[in-house]
């Protein structure tokens, strides 16, 4: 029997040490030593962008979004249903009303075609959101915002280095976010950034994420914030993986073939879409979706998979069936059938980059197996 495969392992081969070993010699251990600006500097180049501010987490960079945009009481913002909770949550956090729409069946992002029948005169903005490794359809959201004068808040958590026709993800919005969790392209254990073009949005988001003290007074408060600052620890790393970024999409991209190319024969499963008009995918997870009838649901598959030392995760699971949603009245006769299939339906397998290419031939003849 082989070792767990688990679903994700970093990999901290290059100079996370050394960074580490520098904050350790000189002290610097919080969000005031030097590498925190370096990796908010170096992070905001790579995405083509002017300003970056690290906070501790992804989640959190997208409380702080929202509240720099002002969004606020009867503010209705859009966004896919098929996500993290971080996404509704931080609408709802606001005081403002999430408005949810479908997944495509292909790329399990965002169908943009649905867009413009949820705008309402109370409408702020779209939160539009990556999924899995392919970009969200920019183009029209783009447009949609110009006409009805919407905010774009991007959250790019999942695709660090994908790009839309060539252009950044993390370069559309607004305001987008990062999340640096060790599943994502750049770790820095929990972490997160914020970036925009826009000075004042990005002092904002400087001053949130530091409980709004103020440069003069700084006990004196205007607006409440929060301490959501990342640490140079944290930030070391951070800097440490941005080097490797390159070769980690590379990477990426070479175990999401690998995965496609043992697993295409199988006719009882949806795979990863490979690209589309505007990007090849990046294969942040390798996710599947099952059309097998043996298997009633993907906790089924999920549990098979553990008997044979896989880790695996099951897809999102959609906002609008989330009980603690219903409680606050949301969402409560709403159905989004590609989201309540796939969620039902859908795990991602191993593709962490620490993966190796036995591992990756061995989980696949497990599928193989399974779903022959
Ligand atoms: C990972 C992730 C986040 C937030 O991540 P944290 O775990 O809070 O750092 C936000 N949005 C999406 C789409 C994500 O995948």
């Known amino acids: 029997m082989s070792d767990f ?32 600006k370096k990796f908010e500097i170096e992070f905001a180049k790579a995405v083509n962008r002017k300003y970056g501010i690290s906070v501790c987490n992804g989640s959190v960079a997208l409380d702080v979004a929202v509240t720099a945009l002002g969004i606020g009481p009867s503010d209705e913002v859009i966004l896919p249903t098929f996500t993290i909770i971080s996404c509704a949550s931080a609408i709802v956090r606001a005081g403002a009303i999430p408005v949810l729409i479908d997944v495509e069946k292909n790329t399990w992002n965002i169908n943009v075609e649905q867009i413009e029948a949820k705008i309402t005169k109370r409408t702020k903005a779209i939160m539009v959101v990556h999924i899995y490794g392919l970009p969200v359809d920019m183009n029209p959201v783009l447009q949609l915002a110009e006409k009805y004068d919407l905010f774009i808040i991007e959250d790019a958590a999942e695709v660090i280095g994908q790009t839309y026709y060539n252009k950044p993800c993390g370069s559309f919005g607004d305001i987008s976010i ?21 000075e004042e949005l990005s002092e904002k988001c400087r001053s949130l994420r530091n409980l709004c ?25 951070g800097v440490a993986q941005l080097e490797q970024l390159d070769k980690s999409i590379i990477r990426k991209r070479e175990i999401g073939m690998r995965y496609l190319n043992n697993l295409n ?26 059309i097998d009838e043996k298997y009633p649901d993907s906790v089924s598959i999920i549990d098979i998979l553990k008997t044979k030392n896989i880790g695996t995760r099951p897809f999102f699971w959609p906002m609008h069936e989330q009980p603690v949603f219903h409680k606050m009245g949301l969402f409560q006769n709403e159905s989004h059938p590609n989201a309540e299939n796939i969620a ?21 003849e497990i599928l193989l197996e399974l779903f022959d």
């Open 265 to 290: 024969k199988l006719s009882t499963v949806q795979l990863p879409q490979l690209k589309t008009d505007f990007a090849e995918n990046i294969f942040w997870v390798f996710g599947i979706v099952s």
């Open 5 to 36: 495969i688990p679903v994700n392992e970093p990999l901290l081969i290059g100079n996370e040490k050394k960074y580490l070993e520098e904050c350790i010699d000189t002290g610097w251990i919080s969000s005031e030593g030097p590498f925190v």
């Open 344 to 364: 039902r339906n859908g795990f991602y397998i191993p593709s962490g980059l620490a993966i190796t290419d036995d591992q990756i031939d061995f989980v696949s």
């Open 178 to 198: 990062f999340s640096f969790y060790p599943n994502k392209h750049v770790t820095t254990g929990e972490g997160g950034m914020v970036v925009t073009d826009n």
């Open 213 to 237: 003290f103020q440069p003069q007074q700084r006990f004196l408060h205007e607006e409440l914030g929060w301490n959501f600052r990342l640490s140079n620890i944290q930030a070391a790393i």
